[in-house]
DNA sequence: GATGAATGAGCGTTCATTCAT
DNA sequence: AATGAATGAACGCTCATTCAT
């Protein structure tokens, strides 16, 4: 693919971002998808074959960056704990700094198309080597460092308050400074970590 | 209101909650909505303006539900923890034994309308009497049983999991049993309460 | 459904016959036939689930309003010469005093419809006792007085003329006055009956 | 034109043909047209003003390899019935053994243009010494060997039979052998001959 | 000359809402 | 009060045609 056509592909994936992430799959038309990425309406039939495919591309293209970013400056030789806490802290500047790739995700997440993705993307991690750094800290510590809980449970601790709190942030209801920040992902250490240690 | 047109209106959120849940409020059409609640499209909207209305008056309706679910046998002669844990398990089971009420509100609160009633309930809260059972607790022991942290934050980690697990076990991607209900409970306290008690 | 109901449908097919007539079911958009009908778009679609649905519908009325006249004035006493000339006289006269119909039927049995239509429409005049009044002569006279030919080439004999020459007609190539009709038909019977009678 | 480009164009024709046979004009979009032809789009427009100019150029070609099919071993010498006859089968062989061009030939008379293009032909006949063969037979013989009747009409006799026949044949409705084929060329005959003979 | 990416008018269809009955 | 037939704006998507490379 040329590189005209890579900048207009992503002109495309920028501008449904943006428009996804403000209105909603369902109130953001092709068209006006179409003018805020400076492109023919047919244009985008070129690259995505519909509108699905886009959302899905999107997805792809979202989660990439997120898992980069979670994973940044990762440092094996740390405590679990240690660990844990950059890793989410890691999610959380994320989370809150890309407000857009944020609200598309959970609207992806609670779609049609974000319950399959989420079962293929556990399966994967069940059959192959590629796994989620958290899911290894959690696979690895459960029973030691961490309770012996089902992996979905301790996502349910880790994640869930994190994303409860990011949709306030974003709401404007509470202001996520650094302090906050490290007391969430303490908090969420503390739900999940055993009590003896 | 005539009991027949109150019966009606039952009819109408019924039909409402089952769609809205199963198909979402965007693929759920008015004329269908009406099928299914026997009645005819018209009459909608003699009971609400809009279909923006009647999702409104949905959501009123299910909260209320839950908010009194969630007190149900609420006892304040108890401890913090227990009664924080009696409250936390009975929003548990509302939700998990509710999948349409939860998926509902789910939607509801990743809408538009959902950010405005939030802060519509955190202003309602500070300024009357009227207070979730939840504030009520936040408020009394922080800095006590509870982490000094803004209410918001314990809100997230209290119910981010919760909603978190729900989705999960909903989409058939875990079972929620009494023991990991319990265990999650659990978790819930173990991210909010203070580390010294 | 009310008289009320039953004048829009009524209306829908005759703009439908009209603009696929005129200028094609592809270049007939529903917004141009809803005008013509002097209804709204969207009414089209209450009577008909969509496009190929009206006009199979059409398809439906038309060939009803065929048949009942190619039968007008039928005589079973009479000679099959004289019979087969009754019948493919009324052919005639029908399809050349309704042009909109005739453009109509030749478009659909040109369409992926009508080749479907036509062998189900084979099938049923051999496994039913509804028979076409051409097929009954053909069936009962083939090897007497008609000559002993598979059905279809018979067919081919008798309409392939008539379809020819109305075309032309229409397209204002030829007039066809009384005397001309009456030759066609001759020439028809010529082509399909027995040489020995 | 240089040799590259003739081929160029042939190969444009020769999809043209198999989609516009296979799909229909309006189904056959110019991109998929070039890529079976092996070709840019845009290459298509340097050859042909627009689609309906190719459709144009098509029906030259295919309508030239007709005529040359039906003459091929026509010999003067012969009676007129069996000059017919000869003609005539041909033209069926023909058109059985080139269904591609069969199919087109159909949509392209069904079509806006068919109609002009028989007018213009028809004026072309009476105009120019380049007379189809048909009508030489049929204004030579009409009053003699066959019937004293308009061209038109005789037309309608001779090929109506053969083209619903052929239609009938490619839609799997019947299988044209060659007793079948000596049949059907015996019928045309019957239906223009004079009875006297 | 040849290409195919880009375009946007135009398509079939849906559905929230209205209003005559 | 209750109905559901009627409406048309708005949607996702296609494709003949153009034009920069």
Sequence with gaps: MSPASIEKQ???????????????????????????????????????????????????????????????????????????????????????????EFKFLEQYYHSPFGIDKKREKLLLDNATGRQSPFIKIFLDSSGKEIKFLPLQVLHALAFGPILFLIRDTLAGLVEMDDTVIAQVADGCWDAIKNRAD
Tied chains: 1, 2, 3, 4.
């Design 10 to 100: 992503k002109a495309i994936l920028k501008a449904a971002l943006e428009l996804f992430a403000e209105q909603g799959f369902h109130a953001a038309p092709m068209a006006q998808l179409a003018t805020q990425a400076h492109v023919g309406v047919g244009s985008i039939y070129r690259y995505f074959k519909d509108k699905n495919e886009l959302i899905e591309a999107l997805y792809e293209e979202v989660d990439e960056a997120l898992q980069i970013a979670i994973i940044a400056g990762a440092d094996p030789t740390l405590s679990t704990r240690q660990q844990f806490l950059h890793l989410i802290t890691n999610l959380i500047y994320f989370l809150k700094d890309h407000p857009h």
